[in-house]
């Protein structure tokens, strides 16, 4: 069935809507299956403590299972429709990062001059559980870690300069779903690109996913892409 309104018909986009029961994300992820999207667009309530742990998130469940790049939108994001000028892509440098990192870079070719791509590198110090408590692994670790990471960024930056873009990086310490939504919050960024690495089984469940986590929360639209 096909359904246009005023304004989809002046940019000639036609809407095929389904109606199919089961379980939301599912029933999503299935679609995408049939249909070899380009992308899923699909909205998240942002559910919050209790609700959240018992009803989960589609988004997250659809974040986690998509093959297709997923493009996540907010409450918040209603009526802030804007050029995307500034992309924020959070990086462990690992070859998922790399995709995210090659997407944005392509995105603002496309989509705006003067545009402003913010390569972000968070990372915790370690923990040794003792007897007398939790204890840093190493007291220098913190340093070696922000010059290793600021190191790294510096050269990824190199690669990634052209006319027209700025290019910044940022090395915190810090959980990393928290210090994403804090610098993307700080840098007014317009969308947030990540990759990731769809973990399964008891790796998800022990280690959850960054990419899950900023999508709830993130105060701006949040693309993740998948190898």
């Known amino acids: 069935?096909?359904?246009?309104?005023?304004?989809?018909?002046?940019?000639?986009?036609a809407i095929t809507t389904f109606l199919l029961p089961g379980t939301p994300s599912q029933v999503i992820?299935?679609?995408?299956?049939?249909?070899?999207?380009?992308?899923?667009?699909?909205?998240?309530r942002g559910l919050t403590g209790l609700r959240h742990l018992l009803l989960g998130s589609t988004a997250q469940r659809v974040v986690h299972g998509a093959r297709c790049p997923?493009?996540?939108?907010?409450?918040?994001?209603?009526?802030?429709?804007?050029?995307?000028?500034?992309?924020?892509?959070?990086t462990d440098?690992?070859?998922?990062?790399?995709?995210a990192i090659a997407t944005a870079h392509q995105l603002l070719a496309s989509l705006e001059k003067d545009a402003r791509l913010i390569l972000l590198n968070a990372f915790?110090?370690?923990?040794?559980?003792?007897?007398?408590g939790p204890?840093?692994?190493?007291?220098?670790?913190?340093?070696?870690?922000?010059l290793e990471a600021e190191r790294r960024?510096?050269?990824?930056?190199?690669?990634?300069?052209?006319?027209?873009?700025?290019?910044?990086?940022?090395?915190?310490?810090?959980?990393?779903?928290?210090?994403?939504?804090?610098e993307a919050e700080k840098r007014n960024v317009d969308l947030i690109a990540m990759g990731t690495r769809g973990l399964t089984g008891l790796r998800h469940l022990l280690l959850g996913s960054n990419a899950e986590r900023v999508v709830e929360y993130a105060p701006c639209p949040v693309m993740t892409i998948r190898r």
């Open 135 to 146: 204890i840093p692994t190493s007291v220098n670790f913190l340093q070696d870690a922000g």
């Open 124 to 132: 915790n110090l370690p923990i040794e559980y003792t007897a007398y």
């Open 70 to 90: 997923v493009l996540a939108v907010h409450p918040g994001d209603l009526g802030k429709h804007r050029a995307i000028r500034t992309i924020l892509v959070p």
């Open 29 to 44: 992820l299935d679609r995408a299956e049939a249909l070899s999207p380009l992308a899923i667009v699909l909205g998240t």
């Open 153 to 182: 960024l510096y050269e990824a930056a190199q690669a990634l300069q052209r006319e027209g873009l700025v290019v910044e990086t940022v090395a915190r310490e810090g959980d990393p779903a928290h210090v994403i939504a804090e």
């Open 93 to 99: 440098f690992s070859p998922a990062a790399e995709l």
């Open 1 to 13: 069935m096909l359904f246009r309104s005023a304004t989809l018909v002046d940019r000639g986009v």
